[in-house]
């Protein structure tokens, strides 16, 4: 077995625990992983000046594969998202989020087995903003007017939304591609095309032109954002492949985990032609914080990915096992699924979800 060197940030709040429960379970499964620990996050600024420092970009470079814990942003004020900062610098184009029911974890379904392809560089979710009030945003303001595109209220903020051929071209195309590698049927690509003429209407309209080269192979169809949603509530199981703009596959992949048990068990990717990073799709939790009480799966099945994208299929599919299993007993559960479940046998710490399922781990040998 290869020895590989990852680059680990265990970012802010619940990822410095989650991070630590990956690692001992990653080691456990039988992987020969060097870990290089880089810094990112609010804990990271307070500290160096800095959320995301030049020598945590360059050791995900120089690796090419990290996983990360989540990172604290502050809302509404303060420094931009180190996530899209991190996407953005090492171009990491793709977010990917399967999403598959466990039995005993509490979704509402069990019969879930689809995966989300969000796009992960552009949209609303680029940053691309003007403060209320500033002359950038009163130039825009007047030209809009002048352009006979519409009228702005002068006390507006604004985020530009732009969705551009070539990345939707790169999604789609990534979607298909990932389709036809795992056997996957059907690629649904969702929009508000219907609205937003000329930046969904133009993601869609791409989508269907990347649909023509994989015809005969794997099917496409299209849904209204909104009609989506509803959608996932009443049948998840019709969905398949689903490719996002980025906004709305953030939203999505939040309420696809909420159908499976919720943020506790989705892992994800970013991944680009040349770098990944691998996380979960929850936050940094500070309302659970340094209690120990944090569910360590999203960050374990992240790094179950982490091991497929290097190769190591057979412990990554270990890690997955050994998961399955300890939801499956059900004994030693962390409070967010006995809450997902309605039951109330007590809630497991962390540290113990953690060595139940090493011993899970040990005892496929
Ligand atoms: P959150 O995902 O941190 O928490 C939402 C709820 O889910 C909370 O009640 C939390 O306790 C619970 N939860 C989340 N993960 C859990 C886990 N592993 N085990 C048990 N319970 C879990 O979302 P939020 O509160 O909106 O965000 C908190 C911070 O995290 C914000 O600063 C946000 O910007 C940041 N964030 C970072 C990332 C990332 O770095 N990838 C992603 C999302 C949010």
Same mark, same amino acid.
């Given at each position: $077995? ?99 029911? $466990? ?128 959608? $996932? ?49 929850h936050g940094s939790a500070p309302d659970i914080a340094g209690q120990n009480k944090a ?5 374990? $099945? ?64």
């Open positions: $077995m290869a020895q590989h060197t990852v680059t680990l940030i265990p970012g802010d709040g619940i990822g410095l625990e989650t991070s630590a429960a990956m690692q001992r379970v990653v080691e456990a499964a039988g992987a020969d992983i060097v870990w290089e620990v880089a810094e990112a996050g609010a804990a990271c600024a307070e500290k160096t000046g800095t959320p995301l420092p030049d020598e945590t970009i360059e050791a995900v470079k120089r690796n090419k594969v990290a996983i990360k814990g989540p990172c604290t942003t502050p809302v509404g004020t303060g420094f931009r998202s180190v996530n899209v900062a991190l996407r953005k610098t090492l171009d990491l184009y793709v977010c990917l989020r399967p999403v598959l029911s $466990m039995p005993g974890a509490g979704g509402r379904y069990d019969d879930v087995d689809l995966v989300i392809v969000r796009e992960n560089s552009e949209d609303l979710y680029a940053g691309v903003e003007f403060e209320e009030g500033s002359e950038a945003a009163s130039k825009l303001i007047k030209f809009c007017e002048d352009e006979g595109a519409g009228v702005i209220r002068p006390d507006s903020g604004i985020s530009i939304k732009s969705i551009s051929i070539t990345a939707t071209q790169n999604i789609v195309r990534y979607a298909f591609e990932y389709a036809l590698k795992h056997g996957r049927k059907k690629v649904t690509a969702a929009h508000k095309a219907n609205i937003m003429k000329y930046s969904d209407g133009l993601f869609l309209r791409t989508a269907r032109e990347v649909a023509k080269e994989y015809e005969g192979r794997v099917e496409f169809d299209d849904r209204i954002i909104d009609a989506f949603c509803m959608n $996932m509530v009443i049948d998840p199981a019709q969905f398949d492949v689903v490719v996002f703009p980025n906004l709305y596959g953030d939203i999505a992949s939040d309420l696809a985990a909420g159908l499976v048990g919720g943020l506790g068990i989705a892992p994800g990717a970013n991944i680009g032609k040349e770098y990944a990073v691998f996380e979960a799709v569910n360590p799966t999203a960050e374990i $099945m992240s790094a179950a990915m982490m091991l497929d994208h290097l190769g190591e299929l057979e412990i990554a599919e270990r890690i997955r096992r050994g998961v399955r299993a300890v939801y499956a007993d059900g004994s030693v559960l962390t409070g967010d699924i006995r809450k997902a479940t309605g039951s109330s046998a007590p809630a497991a710490s962390c540290t113990e979800f953690t060595e139940a399922l090493i011993a899970a781990i040990k005892a496929q040998a």
